[in-house]
């Protein structure tokens, strides 16, 4: 808990918004949407504007930009581009999504942490999951092995939007379902 009273301090430098920003970022998306934020060096005034003006206060967006801008599909000059006015501009969210990811040489473990993974999964198994499932059916969100093959490949930590990803609409529908029931909500 110390390292994320400490990292909140550090990025509000006393703005209350900005603070409150951070509580909220931290209680939706964890200490890795917190470390996002510290990554692009927004401080302040700048990262509530962020928050504030460019996300109309949703956290969900907010993470959002966080993501691609680790992904690079924003890069440091647009982000800079949209914060560093009188009036933060929005995000056109849609059309960032569509942009590729950069992907460092090596995988984002490597550029990161100096890890380098191990690709080859059991025979019979997911090649991405290393859980034995039909192809059409999710990935196996809780299986260690996809959550690193997916970080190195994407620099972030999946969620269960990107288990499903490569699923019918069917298929998604029943499991967004089985996971509302759950207790677990899903973005369609
Ligand atoms: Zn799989």
Known sequence: MKSVEQTIINISKGNPGCMQFCFELFEKGGYEALLMLAETGLTGSR???LWNDCCSRDVEKAIKVLRYRREDRITEKE???HVYQPW???FDLEEIKKREAVKPEGGFLKERYGMVLIRKTPEGTCPMCAVKHDPA??????S???QYK???????WPTWEDAMEHC???????WIQSL????VEIDE
């Open 180 to 183: 509302k029931e759950r207790g």
């Open 168 to 174: 019918t609409k069917e298929v998604q529908q029943f």
């Open 144 to 146: 260690l092995t996809y």
């Open 150 to 156: 997916f970080y190195d490949e994407h620099g972030r």
């Open 47 to 49: 990262a509530y504007q």
């Open 137 to 142: 059916q999710p990935h196996n969100l809780q």
């Open 79 to 81: 982000l800079k581009e």
């Open 88 to 90: 933060g501009k929005p």
